[in-house]
Structure formats: structure tokens, C-alpha cells
């Protein structure tokens, strides 16, 4: 059942460790299938030594349709985050340094970097500290997203989303690399933060049909 998906969550967690987001079995992946299943990474595992059948399925509650494995301990939140935001199918959580870093010292990431609007739709909010394996982590995920595919949970880590895996894959990518950038422009000053409209053109110019190919 669904090996498609599941080798394409795999790939998107090899992905994760190749762009240094995740180590050893850190983060997971989940993916919503057009029948409603929700597949998601098994907790626990190096992602180098998983095979599909790893994958588990379950249904939106949570209960086990498919595998041995047991799903991630964030299963909760995952799905908390699924069923709040229909338009979502793919949700990535990572503990990747330099955004988890801008998120101990500040509210939001500002759009510094054209990529991050492209990717992430906008600045990116900081959330209130949650726990792992909590729902309130998914609560704090869904109230800070602000409609963008990205959201930075303080001492925590990272939460990406969209309505397939390459979208949430992207913006957990762009989102590293506009913080690192943020970063060291501010060690070097004040770094000059894109406009309002500015942002709304850089969303524009990432649609499907302008970037990439068809």
C-alpha cells in the first residue's frame, strides 16, 4: 500500500540529513494520501536503514492501518495539524541550527532573502516553546503559521508544511539558508529587510507555472 509515497518520504528524509536540517533519527516526515491515510516516518529510526515497509499508515485518528513500526512520537501534533489545515497534505518537523537559533533570541524571522518568501511565503513567525511528542506542539504550530509554510518553535525546532512534500522540503531548505544569511548580516550590521511589496512579488514569482517546469 502507497509505495510510491513511501519511498518519496524517504527520499525527502535523505534529503533533510543530505542539507544538514535532521542527524541520526531527529525530525520527521508525514504525507496525507488522497484517500485520506496518513503516512508518516516510524520513531526512533536512522533514516539510512529504512525501507517502505518502516513507513507506517494510519488513519486520521491515529490508529494503525499499515506496519509494524511505531510512528513518530510528534504523531499527535502531526495529525493535530492535518485535520486543522485541510489545504496542507505534508508536514516536516526538523531541528535545523540556524533557524532554531533566530528563534531563541526573536519573534520572527523577517524576509532578508528573496528565497524565503518564495519558499515560505513570507517572514516567519516564532511559536512558544511546546514539548515534543505533545499536542500542543501541533496547537502552537497551527496558531503561528499565519499562512505561511513555516514555523519556528522556540527550543524546539522547525515545522514546514505543504500540499505536497516538495513544497514542505523547500521551505525547511530556503528557510536554513535565509536564517544563516540573517544571520551573518547581523553580526555585520542591520540587515536591509525586504519591503511588504517586495515580499508579495517574490511569493509571485515562485507560483507554479512561473518557476520550474510544467
Not at 2 to 25: F, N, P, V
Amino acid at each position: 500500500m502507497y509505495e510510491k509515497e513511501k519511498e518519496q518520504i524517504i527520499h525527502t528524509a535523505l534529503a533533510l540529513k543530505e542539507y544538514r536540517l535532521i542527524a541520526l533519527s531527529g525530525g520527521n516526515v508525514s504525507l496525507r494520501t488522497q484517500q485520506g491515510h496518513v503516512l508518516a516516518t516510524p520513531s526512533g529510526m536512522l533514516y539510512e536503514t529504512m525501507q517502505p515497509s518502516d513507513i507506517v499508515v494510519l488513519d486520521i485518528e491515529g490508529n494503525t492501518v499499515e506496519g509494524t513500526r511505531r510512528a513518530s512520537v510528534d504523531i499527535e501534533a502531526i495529525l493535530y495539524i492535518l485535520k486543522k489545515l485541510p489545504e496542507v497534505n505534508a508536514v516536516i518537523h526538523t531541528h535545523q541550527v540556524y533557524a532554531s537559533a533566530v528563534g531563541l533570541v526573536q519573534d520572527r524571522l523577517p524576509a532578508a532573502v528573496t528565497t524565503l518568501p518564495n519558499a515560505c511565503l513570507g517572514p516567519i513567525n516564532v511559536a512558544p516553546f511546546s514539548s515534543a511528542a505533545s499536542l500542543e506542539m501541533g496547537v502552537m504550530a497551527v496558531d503561528y503559521l499565519n499562512n505561511k509554510r513555516a514555523v519556528i518553535l522556540k527550543n524546539h525546532g522547525v515545522i514546514t508544511v505543504g500540499s505536497n512534500l516538495k513544497e514542505a522540503l523547500y521551505s525547511a531548505v530556503y528557510l536554513e539558508d535565509a536564517a544563516k544569511t540573517y544571520i551573518m548580516a547581523k553580526v555585520l550590521g542591520n540587515p536591509a529587510i525586504l519591503t511588504e511589496e517586495q515580499v508579495e512579488e517574490a511569493v509571485g514569482k515562485f507560483k507554479p507555472g512561473i518557476y520550474g517546469q510544467s
